[in-house]
Each structure stands twice: as C-alpha cells, then as structure tokens.
C-alpha cells in the first residue's frame, strides 16, 4: 500500500460495530466488565480508550512501527519517552533542539540526575565523541529549527545500535509521510501532532512510535503511569486532520519551495534556508534519507528592524508560534521559540535577529509571493524614508 492509502486505510476505516465512517468518539472514563474473570479489552480511559487506540494504531502504521501511543501535547509525549531513563543514565542531544524540549532536559531532567550532552549532530563524529560508557540514548531533530540543519540519521544510529543505545528522533517537521526514520534505523519517533499531523491550528497532542514490542511494552507502562494521555475528543481532532496529512502536504511543499527560490533572487533577502534549494548544506543528505523538503523554511531580512517592519506589512500570514497548518505562519524565532537563548549563541546558531520562519499554508502561492514582494518593497521604504529624515536631522 501507498502511503496515501495508507492514510486512509492503513487500520479499519470505519467503525467495526455500526459501520460508521469515522471513528466514534468514546467519550468514556471507565468500561462495563461483564465477567470478572475475563477483562475486556478497555477498563478505564487513562489505561485504554478506543478512539486514542485508533489514532495509535494509525500512527505505529504510518511510521511503520510495532506501538504507538498517544499524549496530551508533543512535550507530553517528550517527557513521558524520556522517562525510558534512569539516574546516571547519559543521553546526547541535538544541539538545536525545539525549545521545550531543551528547557525540560536543561531545568527539569537535570534534577533528575540524568545527563545531557548537547552537541552538533549534524557532525557523526561530534556525536561518538560524546558518546561514553553511561550513554543510553541519543535525541534528534532533523530538519532543525529554524535553520533546518539535517542530521544523517542512519549513521547516527549505526554508531548507536554498535553500543546498545536507543535513537529517538523527533520527526516533527517532515512526518512519516517524507521521513519514516524507524526504517533508517531509529528505535523511537515522537511527534508534535499539533503541528502537520493535526494541520489545522485547532488542537494540542503528541504521538510517539516504537520499532519493536518490547520498548512499546516499556513506552505504555510509563504512559499509563505517567497518565498525560490524550483525551478522545483530542484524539479524534487529530485523526480528522491525519487523513489529509499528504494533500495538505503535498501542496504546502510545492509552496515552501516557490516561496524560497523567490526569497533567494530577493535583494533584500541575506539568507534563505531551506533543504530543497541545491545551496543548502543538507540538501543532498536530506534528498537521501527523506523523500521531500517540507513546507517550513527560514530566510534573513538582515536586522531585528527589517523583521519588525515586515510583520507589520504582511497581510496574509498569521503571526504566531507554531507550524504546520493550513493558514500559513511567520514566526520570529529570536523573540518567540528562542527568546530564552543568550544573543550570543543565538548568533552563532544563525538564529540572527533578521531571521524569519515561514511554515507553508495552503493559500495560492501566487497570493503569497506577491504579499511577501509588497511587505518586502514597504520595508524597503520606510526604511529609506526614515534614513532621509535622520540626515536631514527630522
Ligand atoms: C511544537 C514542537 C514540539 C512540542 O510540541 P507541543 O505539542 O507544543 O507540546 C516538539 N518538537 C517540535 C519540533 C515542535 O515543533
């Protein structure tokens, strides 16, 4: 099966008991058990719902995985899986993780007793370096955010499986749909399904796959014991959005990439990032190991002021956090995902003050370039217009 179909029809695509098309949603908290010497297969919500078991299937499909398992939002599902993990335990890091994650390894694990080594994974060799005899996992993010740096991660894993350590990949940006990387060798996949995987801007969930049954049945006793399991109504939202992941993605990708070979031919534009321009460093990697660019792309007005004054002209956009949905969205990273971050390593990391995300929507591409070229032109004027008025001592 294609993974189109796969969407649509990868578990049961309708209701096994009254035929109905779209999972119902079982919005109970506790189930009849008739005899009590043969449970059922649901008792209480925390433990099981149908229609969370529903989406956990259809994701452990989508990611070609053994289980997988639902939570209450993408850091749920990040702090539940590192769980997985013991005092003295060591686990290397992406150094450009998404910032919840990096505020729940830095201020919460920690105290926890639990190591983190954060490093440049796009380099192999930085990450055996790091690697010592306590190391039990390694943590990626790949494309990164914003500056979509691309880690190999069959190498990664290579390294990893060679000393019995686990890989956890964060498959955010791209979704099963152009990166499977349980197949490149990783053990877990989580997901922020609040972004691409939901879609539509209206709901907060997580989703983490395992490779095989052991660590699932290790995954679902922490989730069950940890209790920040996704809600059934959630569950469903988020079901909703899945079966379009790959229209909504296709189009938005196509988008992304007429946007950043447009922003690229800009003059005003210093940079743009983005793993489906041939320039990008990552390119042929990410050409490699997935099977499309994705629709979040950065670009560099060149200072905070320039940035500021395109947020006040673009008319279509929505200003905001988050990424992945059918409105597009700019966001600016040195105010938002990455305030918390000392100007100077911000800096080193490219997140630079004129440094803009823009995560494709599914607006006409045509609508969009022509309301990025107006902002961009106004910019250009205010700018000139106020550099007149200081010379003239206005
Ligand atoms: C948003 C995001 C998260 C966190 O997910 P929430 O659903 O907001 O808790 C984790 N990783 C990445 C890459 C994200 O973009």
Known sequence: MKFA???LHGTSCFDPVTGAASTPIYQASTFHQADLDRPGAYDYARSGNPTRHALEEAIAVLEGGARGFAFASGMAAISSVFMLFSAGDHVVVAEDVYGGTYRFLTKVL??????????DTTCVEAVERAVTPRTRGIYLETPSNPTLKVTD????CHIAKAKNIIVIVDNTFLTPYYQRPLELGADIVI????????GHSDVVAGLAVTKDAELGEQLYFIQNG?????????SWLVMRGLKSLKARLDVST???EKIARWLANHPSVAKVHYTGLE???????QSRQASGHGAVLSFDVGSRERAKALFDRVTLPIVAVSLGAVETILSYPAMMSHA??????RERRGITDGLIRLSAGLEDADDLVRDLEQALEGVEAALSESKSKAFSGA
Not at 110 to 119: A, E, L
Not at 191 to 198: D, L, N, R, V, Y
């Open 5 to 7: 179909t796969k969407l």
């Open 153 to 156: 991660i069959a190498a990664v």
């Open 340 to 345: 918390a971050m000392p100007a100077a390593e």
């Open 191 to 198: 997901h922020s399904a609040t972004k691409f995987i939901g």
């Open 279 to 285: 320039g990008h460093p990552g390119h042929q990697l």
């Open 226 to 234: 940890m209790g920040a399991v996704l809600g059934a109504q959630d």
């Open 110 to 119: 920690s105290r926890m007793n639990i190591d983190v080594t954060f490093v």
């Open 254 to 256: 196509q988008t992304a």
